[in-house]
Each structure stands twice: as structure tokens, then as C-alpha cells.
């Protein structure tokens, strides 16, 4: 059996546009409303669980960028909401009837936003329904990091962005290095 922290080193992002839609199907049928946009925001925007999770309406829908100092780094962080995501989270505010200072993922057990470990398990629970493998809580990070990667090729900006120190910890973090050499090896043959 696997540690949470040896899973947590084990997540990988989602590839596929497919496993994507799939995942957000089985979040909506399997879960909620609410777990389908942790899901989509998630992967739309690569914040950290940790600062996703502690996201108010209004830092999201006020101005055109969320501003957070992450826990992580303790850092300023600006990342832009695009038009089409602004969107989706108005609607779903409107639908849920939340206020502009409540939590953009509420508990349905206090005030507070929900936690780490239910998020962990509402992925984990979407993730085996839609038989996707190696899913966490990281897995939403690391999938924007992935597809931003694949969208616009451009290593230096993604690492930019994750706020790594480095490149080649981009490429590690985000399974490329990986692809890159089981593709390279795919047809190498004499």
C-alpha cells in the first residue's frame, strides 16, 4: 500500500482531452456542480490545491486577474481569469447562489471552504469512476502545466508561471521529459 505522500509523487496530469471530459462527466454525475469547477478552474488556472481552495467569488470574478499570495512561496501571484472561464463561474455563482465573500468552494460542514483531504477524495472518486489513473489533488496543477506546455511550447514561460526555479523541474513536473523519451524510443530500432 502506497503512502499519501508516495501518491501524492505518483500523480500525473491528465493527457488526454478525453480523460479530461470524461473526468468532468463523472464529476458532475458522481459529485457536484461544485467539484466540477474546483476540476475546471483548476486546470484552467494551475494554482496550487492549498490557494485554489482558500479562493473567494470575489477574487475570481472582481477585476480581470486573481491576486494571492501563495502559501507555498509567500509570494504575489497574479493569474489572468480568461473571458471564457469568467464565464463558466458566473454562471456557476449565480447557480449555487453564492455571495462575493463566501468561499468558491464551500463545505457543506461549516463556513470554511472545503478541505484538502475532501478534495483529494472527490478527485480521486471521479477519477476511478471515469477509470483514469494516478489522480490527486496535484494532478489539476499539473495538467495545466501540461496542456499550457502543449498549447504554446514555451518551457521558460510555463516555468514562469508553475514558479519553479528551473526548467528542467518544469519538464519533470509536468511528465514531459518522460513523453519526450518514450517518443524519441517509439520507432528507435536497428
Same mark, same amino acid.
Request: charged share 30%.
Given at each position: 500500500?502506497?503512502?499519501?505522500?508516495? +501518491?501524492?509523487?505518483? $500523480?500525473? %496530469?491528465?493527457? @488526454?482531452?478525453?480523460?479530461?471530459?470524461?473526468?468532468? =462527466?463523472?464529476? *458532475? !454525475?458522481?459529485?457536484?456542480?461544485?467539484?466540477?469547477?474546483?476540476?475546471?478552474?483548476?486546470?484552467?488556472?494551475?494554482?496550487?490545491?492549498?490557494?485554489?481552495?482558500?479562493?473567494?467569488?470575489?477574487?475570481?470574478?472582481?477585476?480581470?486577474?486573481?491576486?494571492?499570495?501563495?502559501?507555498?512561496?509567500?509570494?504575489? +501571484?497574479?493569474?489572468? $481569469?480568461? %473571458?471564457?472561464? @469568467?464565464?463558466?463561474?458566473?454562471?456557476?455563482?449565480? =447557480?449555487?447562489? *453564492? !455571495?462575493?465573500?463566501?468561499?468558491?468552494?464551500?463545505?457543506?460542514?461549516?463556513?470554511?471552504?472545503?478541505?484538502?483531504?475532501?478534495?483529494?477524495?472527490?478527485?480521486?472518486?471521479?477519477?476511478?469512476?471515469?477509470?483514469?489513473?494516478?489522480?490527486?489533488?496535484?494532478?489539476?496543477?499539473?495538467?495545466?502545466?501540461?496542456?499550457?506546455?502543449?498549447?504554446?511550447?514555451?518551457?521558460?514561460?510555463?516555468?514562469?508561471?508553475?514558479?519553479?526555479?528551473?526548467?528542467?523541474?518544469?519538464?519533470?513536473?509536468?511528465?514531459?521529459?518522460?513523453?519526450?523519451?518514450?517518443?524519441?524510443?517509439?520507432?528507435?530500432?536497428?
Amino acid at each position: 500500500m502506497q503512502s499519501a505522500s508516495q +501518491k501524492i509523487k505518483n $500523480v500525473q %496530469p491528465i493527457r @488526454r482531452l478525453d480523460h479530461i471530459d470524461k473526468m468532468k =462527466k463523472s464529476l *458532475l !454525475k458522481y459529485c457536484s456542480y461544485r467539484d466540477y469547477m474546483m476540476f475546471s478552474i483548476g486546470i484552467n488556472i494551475g494554482l496550487r490545491i492549498g490557494d485554489l481552495l482558500q479562493l473567494r467569488v470575489r477574487d475570481i470574478l472582481e477585476g480581470t486577474h486573481i491576486v494571492i499570495v501563495e502559501q507555498k512561496t509567500e509570494k504575489i +501571484k497574479r493569474f489572468l $481569469v480568461n %473571458p471564457q472561464l @469568467r464565464k463558466e463561474v458566473r454562471k456557476y455563482v449565480r =447557480k449555487m447562489n *453564492l !455571495k462575493n465573500e463566501q468561499y468558491l468552494f464551500p463545505s457543506r460542514k461549516g463556513d470554511g471552504p472545503i478541505t484538502r483531504v475532501q478534495a483529494y477524495r472527490v478527485l480521486n472518486k471521479a477519477a476511478d469512476m471515469a477509470d483514469i489513473p494516478d489522480v490527486g489533488t496535484h494532478t489539476l496543477r499539473k495538467t495545466f502545466g501540461y496542456l499550457h506546455y502543449q498549447k504554446f511550447k514555451d518551457i521558460a514561460l510555463l516555468q514562469q508561471i508553475l514558479n519553479h526555479s528551473n526548467p528542467k523541474d518544469t519538464m519533470i513536473y509536468i511528465g514531459l521529459t518522460q513523453d519526450l523519451m518514450d517518443e524519441t524510443l517509439m520507432d528507435f530500432y536497428f
